[in-house]
Nanobody
C-alpha cells in the first residue's frame, strides 16, 4: 500500500504562484504519479501526471498547460506541482495519486487527503 501526503496549499491572489508537494511512503517509487483536483460541485479532474520509468514523461490537462509544472525528486520520493499564473478557476482541493498512470481517475488506487488551493480575484 502507498501512503501519500500533500502539502503546500493556501490562499493566493490571481496571477500568483504556489507549489504543492506530495510525499510518498510504501511501494511508491515504481508507480506513476499524478495530481487531480476537485472544485465544489464538480467532478474530480486530471491536472498532471509524471512517470520516471525509462526516462521522465509528463502529461497535462489543457487547462493548465504552460502554467503548471509537475516534477519529482526520486531521493525524497516526492512529487511537486508548481502552479504559476493562477486563476480563480484553479480554486479546488488538489489530490495526489499513485497508480497505473494516464489521465483517467480509475487508473489510480492510492490517494492523498487533499490540500485546498484558493485563488482570489
Amino acid at each position: 500500500q502507498v501512503q501519500l501526503v500533500e502539502s503546500g496549499g493556501g490562499l493566493v491572489q490571481a496571477g500568483g504562484s504556489l507549489r504543492l508537494s506530495c510525499a510518498a511512503s510504501g511501494r511508491a517509487f515504481s508507480l506513476k504519479r499524478a495530481w487531480f483536483r476537485q472544485a465544489p460541485g464538480k467532478e474530480r479532474e486530471f491536472v498532471a501526471a509524471v512517470t520516471w520509468i525509462g526516462g521522465v514523461n509528463t502529461d497535462y490537462a489543457d487547462s493548465v498547460k504552460g502554467r503548471f509544472t509537475i516534477s519529482r525528486d526520486n531521493a525524497k520520493n516526492t512529487v511537486y506541482l508548481q502552479m504559476n499564473g493562477l486563476k480563480t478557476d484553479d480554486t479546488a482541493v488538489y489530490y495526489c495519486a499513485a497508480g497505473r498512470g494516464g489521465p483517467a481517475r480509475g487508473n489510480y488506487d492510492s490517494w492523498g487527503q487533499g490540500t485546498q488551493v484558493t485563488v482570489s480575484s
